[in-house]
């Protein structure tokens, strides 16, 4: 099925005209994380918790209504109503995905990132938190460091192992969900038809088009209520990553792909991108632009950034982030690790996928 592309409305044009007609370029790829919502220092790099150095260059000319700054209203069907639907009318929850079964329950979700080899690490992380990230994107770890962590400790008694994945390609997909995960963070959403694609193989047919492979899945959730492969498509979580203005462009094509369930920003990328700092107000109005797009189309929605947990006026809508606190208030003091709401800077020497100097 080939998706045909919708034609863009008068406010999202006026949207890209604004963005196209900025003063000031953007920065270079950096990462979807933010640390810091505070505007950051002219003229320096950046600094440790991935602060950004994007210019400050005021609050320009908004555009008003569903697509500017002003928030949408609440939907009388919740977050996450489309979302819902996608579940077979006879599956019994809860999931044994953690972090769907927290979304459904309308609770913000949080994780830890790993992005180095550690199944001893990966195995205590899971009793704390409602998804673990598997960096693979801007990390050095392989499929086989990633399969062997998830098989340390399988079952569904912890966090869901999630993997942000390298590209979009349909082997990488198949490699990730033959090992075990249950979950999967795309980033670089730039349309619709990289979205539908994303979607079209994270799940078994009719719902998608992933082919059943001999990898450990099975073995993994062997001992799941209705057997593994009957449960997988309602547990899958499918995310995608906006870090580009032409994914906020098409934030709405995106949010209404047919087996989307989430969409966050990557934050520090998005920033550099539009060249942005994250205090300004009309990088605001693009995680409205989102929030509303993503609200309509009855997806969940949140950030990579897990400052936008609180104190930021969408914070109550969102639902999904890297990192954050943990449920039960465990902090990773072993082996020099340290909890923070900051998300990670990976594949730092002795990081353990938490923070380093600089970021991405």
Same mark, same amino acid.
């Given at each position: 099925m080939r998706m045909t592309r919708v034609i863009v409305s008068a406010g999202v044009f006026a949207l890209a005209c604004a963005l196209v007609t900025m003063p000031g370029g953007a920065g270079a790829a950096g990462s979807e994380q933010a640390a810091s919502q505070a505007p950051a220092a002219r003229g320096g790099g950046q600094r440790g918790g991935g602060r950004v150095d994007a210019p400050m260059l005021g609050e320009g000319t908004l555009v008003a209504g569903v697509w500017g700054k002003d928030a949408a209203p609440a939907d009388s069907r919740g977050w996450g109503w489309m979302s819902k639907a996608y579940v077979s009318s006879g599956f019994k929850r809860p999931f044994y995905n953690r972090a769907k079964e927290m979304l459904f329950s309308d609770k913000q979700v949080t994780s830890f990132t790993i992005s180095t080899f550690d199944p001893e !690490? @990966?195995?205590?992380?899971?009793?704390?938190?409602? $998804?673990?990230?598997?960096? +693979?994107?801007? #990390? %050095?770890?392989?499929?086989?460091?990633?399969?062997?962590?998830?098989? =340390?400790?399988p079952g569904p008694d912890g966090a869901a192992p999630m993997i942000r +994945?390298? *590209?979009?390609?349909?082997?990488?997909?198949?490699?990730?969900? *033959?090992?075990?995960?249950?979950?999967?963070?795309?980033? %670089?959403?730039? *349309?619709?038809?990289?979205?539908?694609?994303? =979607?079209? @193989? #994270?799940? !078994?047919?009719? !719902? &998608?088009?992933?082919?059943?492979?001999? &990898?450990?899945?099975?073995?993994?959730?062997?001992?799941?209520?209705?057997? @593994?492969? /009957?449960? $997988?498509?309602?547990?899958?979580?499918?995310?995608?990553?906006?870090e580009t203005l032409d994914g906020i462009i098409n934030a709405d094509e995106i949010a209404n792909t047919f087996g989307i369930d989430v969409v966050i920003q990557g934050n520090n990328d998005l920033s550099r991108f539009s060249g942005w700092a994250q205090s300004d107000p009309r990088y605001q109005s693009l995680l409205t632009v989102s929030r509303n797009a993503t609200l309509h189309a009855g997806k969940y929605w949140g950030n990579a950034g897990a400052q936008y947990l609180t104190g930021n006026p969408l914070s109550p809508d969102t639902r999904f982030?890297? /990192?954050?606190? #943990?449920?039960?208030?465990?902090?990773? %003091?072993?082996?020099?690790?340290?909890?923070?709401?900051?998300?990670?800077?990976?594949?730092?020497? &002795?990081?353990?996928?938490?923070?380093? &100097?600089g970021g991405r």
């Open positions: !690490f @990966y195995c205590e992380v899971r009793k704390h938190y409602g $998804f673990v990230w598997f960096e +693979m994107q801007h #990390s %050095t770890m392989s499929w086989d460091n990633v399969a062997k962590m998830i098989a =340390a400790c +994945m390298p *590209d979009q390609l349909e082997s990488s997909i198949q490699k990730a969900t *033959d090992l075990g995960a249950i979950g999967l963070i795309f980033p %670089t959403m730039r *349309d619709g038809n990289q979205a539908l694609e994303a =979607a079209r @193989y #994270s799940r !078994f047919p009719p !719902f &998608g088009r992933r082919s059943s492979g001999a &990898g450990q899945a099975g073995s993994i959730w062997r001992d799941v209520p209705g057997g @593994y492969q /009957n449960t $997988f498509n309602d547990n899958m979580l499918v995310v995608v990553m906006l982030v890297q /990192n954050g606190p #943990s449920l039960d208030g465990w902090t990773p %003091t072993a082996r020099g690790r340290s909890n923070t709401t900051e998300e990670p800077t990976v594949g730092v020497p &002795g990081a353990r996928g938490r923070r380093g &100097g």
